[in-house]
């Protein structure tokens, strides 16, 4: 691609989404674009754009974006200086300001695979621009999707210079070799290029062979400066159905890239650049498919170069958008998928971000230099306030009897709490004194001893009981409950913190497992202490209960030497 580099764009000659490059060489790029020419003197600047102005009048978007781009800077400058707003060369922002100036909003992926199963896309444009490499909500491939939209009602604008098979999907599209080629294409003939760029050549109307002919012809009639940008062309052999139009072709003498004296001749009446359709009746479809999407771009719709008069692209861009969300019976199509390279656009009015002025900020006062004297202006706003009574008069006002009937609602407020607290004072002490008296010293040694008819008081194992359970550690008694298990189970002594080895009854049905367990508890007990928290003794409390129950049921017992005592391990 060759890029027609905007203000504060740098001379590069790469595509977004795309591996190829042109060389600087090769490609001529032209000047700066969008809010004047580099290089000129401020009157020349004021002069050309005034041509420029008056051309624009044939197109009243034309006229609407080239006022946004000459005058947005201007304002913002007149404010407080900014830099210029800077838009991207290779962007849709203007064909997408163009949508949505026409009511139309973006659809989003989720929404157009809902339609794309129902079948209703009588309201939706679907917009594919670059390559084909793209699947929607990961599955959905843009021909599928292009091909129910013109079969059921809808809108399609394909504009690619890369391979993109067209007849496997389209109906009434017999031949599968109905496709863009994705070969580029150029032109040696400067008079039929844009400012004489011999990979920019215009696009050249065809003239309908019938009278009344479809609403399709009207998107080229009468526009001789549509300019491409690296174009590829279309192998359309049998044109029927949507694609049974043929609007536009590349210029004579085309050939293919890199240009020169062995470079392949296009075939421009058999390979078109620009072919179409629209439906009546039940279905009225809108069909367009461009073999370039550098027609929609930005350096191509808003070019202005110094000497070279500004290209048809927006004119030709606001009749695809008429053209497309256009129906002839019922409202207009205001839903509109739009991808391009591979991505779904969902904002159609960024153009208007990026030319809105910039307010410049509020100055802040000094808050240190002005500390002091607003200091000094409080107090002097306090001292005033207090001298005249502020304080009494937001409180009772200024009238006497209402200052005493005030003061003695206040007084009787006070009265009424101080009472409500010395009743609950003395009913405290009251139940108090009325609770049994605190229970007998415990006897050294042993529990507290109590009362008869009175419950038993806490003593001191109950204490640290609660105490572990505060502390949320079960490992003393936990440890202690273990020891006896095996204890009663006739453990050997002094065995270590190893299990010793256990006999096991085959009728258990897991031995394994019983193994598995009694080794866990025999860590618990033996090994060296750890914190046992109460959930974890609530999930241990059930295995110890099972092994428990297994020993009484003769299920395993310690092996035992000849001499009575465990086996060692």
């Not at 470079?263 to 620009?274: E, F, G, K, Q, S």
Request: proline share 11%; charged share 20%.
């Amino acid at each position: 691609m060759t890029r027609l580099p905007l203000v504060g764009i740098s001379r590069t000659t790469h595509r977004v989404g795309r591996a190829r490059l042109l060389p600087i060489g090769r490609a001529r790029l032209l000047p700066s674009l969008s809010f004047g020419s580099a290089g000129a003197s401020p009157s020349q600047r004021d002069a050309h754009r005034r041509k420029n102005f008056a051309q624009a009048i044939r197109c009243p978007l034309r006229l609407l974006l080239v006022a946004a781009c000459a005058l947005a800077p201007a304002t913002a400058a007149a404010q407080r200086p900014a830099p210029a707003a800077t838009i991207p060369p290779d962007g849709t922002e203007a064909f997408r300001f163009l949508l949505s100036h026409a009511g139309i909003t973006p659809l989003t992926e989720r929404e157009a695979t809902d339609r794309f199963q129902s079948r209703n896309f009588g309201d939706t444009i679907v917009i594919f621009l670059g390559h084909e490499n793209v699947r929607v909500n990961g599955w959905l491939r843009p021909s599928d999707l292009a091909a129910h939209a013109v079969g059921h009602g809808g809108a399609v604008l394909i504009a690619a210079d890369t391979r993109f098979d067209l007849g496997r999907d389209f109906p009434s599209v017999d031949t599968e070799t109905a496709q863009v080629s994705g070969t580029r294409v150029g032109n040696l003939n400067p008079q039929v290029c844009y400012a004489g760029n011999e990979q920019c050549p215009f696009a050249v109307p065809v003239t309908p062979r019938w009278p009344n002919p479809g609403p399709e012809w009207a998107l080229f009639a009468g526009l001789k400066r549509v300019a491409t940008n690296v174009p590829s062309y279309l192998s359309v052999p049998n044109r029927s159905g949507p694609l049974h139009s043929t609007l536009a072709r590349l210029p004579a003498g085309s050939r293919e890239l890199p240009l020169g004296d062995f470079a392949a001749a296009v075939d421009v009446d058999l390979n078109p650049l620009a072919v179409g359709g629209a439906g009546t009746g039940a279905k009225p479809y809108r069909c367009l498919v461009v073999a370039d999407p550098s027609v929609f771009i930005n350096q191509m719709l808003i070019a202005a170069v110094p000497g070279e008069p500004p290209t048809d692209n927006l004119v030709f861009a606001s009749r695809v958008v008429a053209f497309l969300s256009e129906r002839p019976e019922g409202p207009p199509r205001t839903r509109c998928l739009f991808v391009q390279n591979g991505q779904v656009v969902g904002s159609f009015d960024d153009l208007q971000t990026m030319l809105r002025p910039q307010l410049p900020p509020l100055p802040l006062p000094n808050l240190d230099k002005m500390q002091e004297k607003l200091v000094d202006v409080g107090d002097q706003l306090a001292d005033r306030f207090q001298e005249r009574g502020g304080p009494s008069r937001l409180l009772m006002g200024d009238d006497p009897d209402r200052q005493r009937r005030i003061l003695r609602t206040l007084m009787l407020g006070l009265c009424v709490v101080a009472a409500v607290w010395a009743v609950a004072f003395a009913g405290r002490r009251v139940w108090g004194a009325r609770q049994p008296v605190a229970a007998l010293a415990p006897p050294p040694g042993g529990r507290p001893a109590a009362s008869p008819g009175d419950p038993p008081a806490p003593g001191v194992f109950d204490r640290r009981q609660r105490e572990l359970l505060r502390r949320n550690n079960l490992a003393e008694p936990v440890r202690a409950a273990v020891r006896e298990l095996f204890a009663a189970a006739a453990a050997p002594p002094d065995a270590g913190p190893k299990l010793p080895p256990v006999e096991v009854s085959p009728a258990v049905a897991r031995p394994d497992t019983l193994r598995q367990a009694l080794g866990d508890l025999w860590k618990l007990g033996f090994a060296r202490p750890r914190v046992v928290t109460v959930p974890q003794w609530e999930a241990l409390e059930p295995l110890f209960r099972r092994v428990q129950q297994a020993h009484a049921a003769g299920k395993w017992r310690f092996v035992r030497d000849s001499s009575g005592n465990g086996s060692a391990v």
